[in-house]
């Protein structure tokens, strides 16, 4: 069965500084892999992607991540935190190369705090 | 304005009492899905449906049934809700080789006495 763990329920960074939310997965064969972002009293956003290619991945307001096979780990980043960051955040994967067949597993989230 | 759109977006209910939450979306997509956020549990997959007519089960399908009798619509249906399923609902779509980009419904909060 596939997984995700985010081991921090919170991360809290002064604006102006790097964040790093970290994921780790577990799935048979090939992962896809995403970030979500939850703003209070919204929908998940989808934020990025890795499915095949460059282990860096860009995606919307900043942030990347870096897809590393070796520790089954594709943790979220941005170089300067700003305060309009402040959310929940989700990581996602689903198993590759099967067509449409695979489900997306989500992990249980971290909340994100940038302060002045 | 492309977007899922949920009703009621917030629910009171008692045990037993059937209900159903409805889900349109207007983007044509094939894929459609309810997911249940609970604290420290994160997002957990009810139901999915991959086109008209074509349901299964996700992660925790007791105790609710789907339909999806057109395209735009995915009703979740809760026959005799129990208080175990208070919680935060979303229901999601997208195009059936995109599913990552799931675009979500502003949630469902249900409370159930």
Redesign the interface.
Known sequence: AQSVA?PE?QVNVAEGNPLTVKCTYSVSGNP?L?WYVQYP??????LL?YITGDNLVKGSYGFEAEFNKSQTSFHLKKPSALVSDSALY?C?V?KGDTG?AS???????TRLQVTL | EAQVTQNPRYLITVTGKKLTVTCSQNMNHEYMSWYRQDPGLGLRQIYYSMNVEVTDKGDVPEGYKVSRKEKRNFPLILESPSPNQTSLYFCASSFLTQRETQYFGPGTRLLVL
């Open positions: 985010q329920d896809y995403f009293n919204r929908g998940l956003q989808f992607k989700f996602a689903r449409t489900k997306l597993t989500f992990g249980t989230g």
